[in-house]
């Protein structure tokens, strides 16, 4: 049984640190740091691998402001 | 599927917790703070104690942790915390109540409260952040600085000989007969992040145990401090410091972890600098 995830990122309290993205399982990555900054200067985290994403919440279970929302669905 | 096929309420898996407040954290990106501070409102959130909970913040980065967690909080004067939570855990038995300090307030400056805490057996949970510096005053030396760590106050590395030796406290409290529970854990990867919230569930959950104290070190990063960035630190202290500070239970349910006894059998050794100078 395979699962596909979607990530909702809060780009507004995201401070960029990328620790996230070392704690993604997934080779190549699902998140990465936009080019573009939020109110606060800092790149925040988008989706650049939106078909690879399973939905494990690694990078939400690592994430210091909890800014990652994790959904998983069966396909 | 599309993305908006799968973002429905059915399908969540994670969410901030609502014991957080919606404040965003004044932490450094990557701060280890942040994580475990949503750990310990993930406990509160899954045990149902959000009405019957106290926390202690204490002084240090964590001074404003009140504005983040959505529960009742006292503000200890420096190092004070576990004197503030027996007194808070003695007048309320029935609440649960944990002190939260980082390694320059409990390690050094609240060294003696926290030892008699523990010795007088209290039953608070108490979470211990190390990251081996004083992160808010600008990255001084601390107790817990590893040897040949370079900081503001130690610029060319610390010398065992003149600023004495890096100091293990929770081993140190572990050996008191008030501790129910003493253990370390880290929060630098997804694994370590889960293991450590099981291990500030099983703090809180032995509160009600009535047995002493449930004492949790989180070994934790200061990218600021440490002047790297936050991914490095974590890579920097997995490859430092969790050497002199390995992770793992020093003392489950009041009885010694086989693994810790034979640790401490090698601290009469002579104390080998194993950490070269960090950078030049």
């Known amino acids: 049984m395979a699962f596909k995830g979607a990530l909702v990122i809060d780009t ?14 997934q080779d190549p990555k699902c998140i990465g740091l936009s080019k573009k900054v ?38 | 599927m599309t993305r908006e096929d799968i973002i429905k309420p059915e399908n969540l898996v994670y969410k901030r917790t609502p014991v957080l407040t919606d404040a965003t954290m004044h932490y450094c990106p990557g701060c280890g ?12 959130e899954e045990m149902g104690i959000q009405d019957n909970v106290i926390g202690i913040s204490p002084v240090g980065c964590s001074v404003l942790a009140y504005n983040y967690f959505d529960v009742d909080f006292v503000e200890a004067a420096h190092g004070r915390a576990p004197a503030c939570a027996s007194a808070i855990k003695r007048l309320r038995p029935e609440t649960f109540v944990f002190s939260y300090q980082g390694d320059g307030d409990l390690a050094s400056i609240g060294c003696a409260e926290v030892v008699h805490a523990c010795n007088r057996g209290e039953n608070i ?13 600008g990255g001084q030396m601390a107790p817990t600085t590893l040897e040949g760590m370079e900081t503001v106050t130690c610029p060319y590395g610390r010398d065992p000989k003149i600023m004495g030796h890096t100091m293990r406290l929770t081993e140190m409290l572990a050996q008191l ?11 630098y990867t997804p694994a370590a992040a889960r293991k450590c919230k099981k291990a500030i569930r099983q703090a809180f959950e032995n509160q009600k145990l009535n047995k002493g104290v449930s004492f949790v070190e989180v070994t934790s990063n200061c990218n600021s401090g440490w002047k790297m960035t936050p991914v490095q630190a974590n890579k920097w202290m997995e490859e430092n410091t969790l050497k ?3 992770l793992g239970d020093m003392k ?8 810790f006894i034979e640790r401490v059998g090698t601290f009469d050794q002579p104390n080998e600098t194993i950490f070269s100078l960090r950078k030049k």
Do not use: W
Request: hydrophobic share 35%; with cysteine.
């Open chain 1, 38 to 75: 939020n109110a606060k200067g800092y790149n925040y985290l988008e989706m650049v691998n939106e078909e690879a994403c399973i939905g494990c919440a690694s990078c939400a279970v690592i994430c210091p402001d909890g800014v990652i929302e994790v959904y998983r669905a069966k396909c």
């Open chain 2, 125 to 137: 949970t108490m979470i211990f952040i190390n990251n081996g510096i004083y992160g808010m005053t």
């Open chain 2, 177 to 187: 007969p008030g501790t129910y529970y003493v253990t370390r854990q880290a929060v």
């Open chain 1, 12 to 25: 507004e309290k995201c401070k960029g640190c990328a620790v996230c993205i070392t704690g993604c399982p």
């Open chain 2, 252 to 259: 489950v349910d009041g009885k010694f972890d086989p693994k």
């Open chain 2, 244 to 246: 002199y500070f390995p």
């Open chain 2, 33 to 44: 703070h942040g994580v475990v501070h949503r750990i310990i409102a993930e406990v509160i």
